[in-house]
């Protein structure tokens, strides 16, 4: 296995190939959570905020910032959240471009 690793990294190749389909196990792996949009109010998603170990969500304005690159979905916001979201139905989160990975949500009260 390291000498795979180290053939790669000789080359430049630094991961691997994305999957030609849907991992029959994804169904079972935690997701990332999604919010419903103008449902979080400040105060709820500055509690939502400081529970996140990774530092995957952030205040900022008048919205609610969700870094999926930095999530690792333990699931601690949508405790504090309730009924105001939800696991993620989709797994699948490659992108070429970080900045694709950043969800805003308008928070309720700053209408």
């Known amino acids: 296995m390291a000498l795979w690793a180290l053939r790669g990294a000789r080359r430049g190749i630094v991961t691997t190939r994305f999957p030609r389909g849907p991992e029959p196990e994804a169904a079972d792996w935690p997701t ?56 993620r139905p989709d797994a699948l989160l490659a992108t070429r471009s970080a900045g694709n990975l950043v969800i805003s949500y308008r928070l309720g009260d700053a209408k």
């Open 32 to 87: 990332p959570p999604q919010f419903r949009d103008d449902e979080i109010g400040t105060e709820l998603a500055l509690r939502m905020a400081a529970v996140c170990p990774s530092s995957a969500l952030e205040v900022a304005g008048s919205q609610l910032r969700l870094d999926l690159g930095r999530c690792t979905a333990c699931g601690r916001c949508l405790e504090v959240a309730l009924r105001l979201g939800h696991r």
